[in-house]
């Protein structure tokens, strides 16, 4: 399986809610690093740091939360690039916002040991009345 294979499997168990899959892929060292402005950003550390700072807080704090990618490019080095959507209601405000996204993905013997968000975190912002 090549590393834009797995995740694709990735998006595809988050869809479905298949949180255990996504973390079962990750290396116990990932470092995973939400966009500055986003309400999550930050870096967290392990499985446990990514469940609790950011997968907990997305179904909790968001209703239909999805990630979309619509495009996958595998550098064939272990870098991932993930070009795509993101976005949901937040219960918070009550307003819906779905911004363009990418996500960098660094693999190492088929588990991810890296993920950076980029998003518009100011237009989110503002569609989510924050």
């Not at 959507?85 to 013997?109: I, M, R």
Request: some cysteine; proline content about 2%; overall charge negative.
């Amino acid at each position: 399986m090549t590393n834009g294979e797995i995740i694709k499997g990735l998006y595809e168990a988050f869809a479905t809610g298949n949180v255990p899959a996504v973390l079962g892929a990750f290396d116990e060292n990932i470092s995973w690093t939400e966009a500055e402005g986003f309400m999550y950003a930050g870096t967290y550390d392990g499985p446990n740091g990514v469940l609790g700072g950011v997968f907990m807080k997305l179904a909790t704090e968001w209703k239909s939360f999805s990630v979309k990618a619509e495009k996958i490019v595998d550098g064939n080095d272990g870098n991932v690039v993930v070009i795509g959507t993101e976005g949901g209601k937040y219960l918070k405000t009550g307003k819906t916002s779905v911004v363009p996204c990418v996500h960098e993905w660094v693999l190492s013997d088929g588990k991810v040991t890296f993920f950076r968000q980029h998003l518009d975190t100011l237009v989110m912002a503002r569609e989510l009345g924050l």
